[in-house]
C-alpha cells in the first residue's frame, strides 16, 4: 500500500524538497520513499514534482513516517499544510509553525484513515 503525500499549492519547492529528503533520511523508511511528478503543462518542459509515494506495509513502517513527518512539521518555522492520501482518502495536517506537533494524534489520525482503507 502507499501513501500519497502533499504539501499545499504555492508551497515552495525547497520545502518539497526538505520533507523528501528528510523522510528519505529515516532508516526505517529507506527505499520506501519516492517522488512523483505530474503530467508537464503546455508551457513546460517537464511536470513539476507533485507528491510524496510512501510504500507502507507491516512491521511500524507507518509509525516510522509518522514520527519522521511530526519531527519534520515540528522543524518548520513557517505554517505548513500537509495532505496524507490512501486509496482516496485523505486527512489533512496544517501547522502554525508555533504549536508542537501532537505526533500521537497525527499517527491516530493517519491509522484511521489506513484502517479505513
Given at each position: 500500500m502507499?501513501?500519497?503525500?502533499?504539501?499545499a499549492d504555492g508551497t515552495p519547492l525547497d520545502e518539497f524538497t526538505s520533507l523528501l529528503?528528510?523522510?528519505?533520511?529515516?532508516?526505517?523508511?529507506?527505499?520506501?520513499?519516492h517522488a512523483r511528478r505530474r503530467?508537464?503543462?503546455?508551457?513546460?518542459?517537464?511536470?513539476?514534482?507533485?507528491?510524496?509515494?510512501v510504500a507502507v506495509?507491516?512491521?511500524g513502517i507507518a509509525t516510522a513516517f509518522v514520527a519522521s513527518l511530526g519531527s519534520w512539521l515540528s522543524s518548520?518555522?513557517?505554517?505548513?499544510t500537509v495532505s496524507v492520501t490512501v486509496d482516496g482518502k485523505s486527512v489533512q495536517i496544517v501547522r502554525n509553525g508555533t504549536d508542537p506537533v501532537d505526533e500521537a494524534e497525527l499517527l491516530r489520525l493517519i491509522k484511521q484513515t489506513l484502517n479505513e482503507h
Open positions: 502507499e501513501l500519497e503525500v502533499r504539501l529528503q528528510w523522510l528519505r533520511s529515516e532508516r526505517d523508511l529507506h527505499g520506501r520513499v503530467p508537464p503543462q503546455q508551457e513546460e518542459l517537464g511536470g513539476a514534482f507533485e507528491l510524496i509515494s506495509g507491516s512491521g518548520r518555522r513557517t505554517e505548513q
